[in-house]
């Protein structure tokens, strides 16, 4: 009898200390703060006339530069957006960070470490210089070489079957199945003479872990996975969830590789800008030349943005204002601490 009285009172307490905690998550982040947040982000951004679409892959010169589209969403799995979200823009260098997140699950942190690096290069995203400077180490899997280690590093017998590996983890981190841009995929895959002597170079320092031809070829396939800014959000939203989508409730990859991930994202997920961004935002990101960029709040939401224009770094022009202002506008700031 006492003891089932202890088990009451532990019971009670117990679930007014959790209906406290998730109050005050639902203060913080209300439905009418985050689609006012949209709202005003959408408005005043839309017109913005910088930037220019990425040319140097034709195709990507052709998509229509005034798809502009927001989606975030939380860890609870609500989807909020605002403008264009059926459009759908490839993925470009988005991906390497769901890729990265893929060799670590399957490897571990430590080789993600030793056998491609984690420190930002401070380079253009292709450069072959950051190869050469270090011998081809201590690169890091969001830019070009390190991106092409990592999918040289994704388990599969073939090139078939790590393809097919990676675009069914890319589709899980988005909870639906993603396809391929075929007109971006053939474009550059006639045009990536770049990228096939970076993944040569690194085959002669013995960093390239599977055949530099096929292994820049799924390379390019995996950047031209078609998506759309919800998307991107699920996909953000799936790492500031710890790993398991939020919205189909799959365990993608687990927590300690979201731990491992997202530092890389903040300290290289915007190519050599990527110390400003962090510095404006807080935030773990990663752009590509498509004109997506998706944002993680840890333990809150992911938030992905498309709009083709990029600056002189290749980041989506619109995609880090909408961003910043969200983020500045929720005060959802990581590092915005309110002193006790
Ligand atoms: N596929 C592109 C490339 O290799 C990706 C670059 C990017 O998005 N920054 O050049």
């Known amino acids: 009898m006492k003891n089932s009285l202890l088990v009451l009172v532990f019971a009670l307490s117990a679930s007014f200390l959790m209906s406290c905690a998730t109050a005050q998550v639902a203060t913080n982040l209300t439905p009418d703060k985050i ?116 999918t040289s590093l994704v388990a599969g017998k073939d090139s078939a079957a790590i393809w097919k590996s990676i675009l069914m983890k890319q589709s899980d981190f988005a909870g639906r199945q993603l396809g391929l841009n075929m007109p971006v995929y053939i474009s550059e895959a006639g045009d990536n003479l770049r990228n096939q002597a970076i993944a040569h170079l690194l085959k002669a320092y013995g960093r390239m872990y599977f055949d530099p031809v096929q292994a820049t070829d799924i390379y390019t396939k995996q950047c031209a996975i078609n998506v759309s800014a919800k998307d991107l959000a699920t996909m953000g939203a799936t790492l500031a969830n710890g790993g398991v989508n939020p919205v189909t409730k799959k365990k993608v990859v687990s927590p300690e590789t979201v731990m491992y991930t997202l530092p890389v994202m903040a300290t290289a997920g915007l190519y050599d800008d990527s110390g400003i961004w962090y510095y404006n935002s807080g ?54 601490i309110q002193p006790k």
């Not at 769901?98 to 571990?108: L, N, S």
């Not at 773990?284 to 030349?289: F, I, L, N, Y």
């Not at 997506?292 to 840890?298: E, K, L």
């Not at 709009?307 to 929720?330: C, F, H, R, T, W």
């Open 35 to 150: 689609n006012a947040a949209l709202d005003e982000a959408y408005n005043k951004f839309k017109d913005v006339k910088e930037g220019k679409n990425a040319d140097y892959i034709k195709e990507l010169a052709t998509v229509d530069s005034k798809i502009f589209g927001i989606a975030l969403v939380t860890t609870d799995g609500t989807v909020y957006t605002k403008g264009d979200i059926s459009s759908m823009v490839s993925i470009q260098s988005v991906s390497k960070a769901f890729v990265a997140a893929q060799v670590i699950e399957e490897m571990g942190h430590q080789a993600m470490q030793d056998k491609i690096g984690v420190d930002a290069t401070g380079e253009v995203f292709n450069s072959i210089v950051a190869v050469e400077r270090m011998r081809g180490k201590e690169i890091n899997a969001l830019v070009n070489p390190g991106a092409i280690a990592a």
């Open 283 to 336: 935030l773990p990101a990663k752009s590509g030349v498509g004109g997506g960029i998706v944002a993680v709040c840890p333990g809150k939401f992911g938030i992905g943005v498309v709009s083709p224009p990029l600056d002189a770094a290749g980041n989506s022009v619109k995609a880090q204002m909408v961003i910043k202002y969200v983020v500045e506008k929720l005060g959802v700031n990581p590092f915005l």
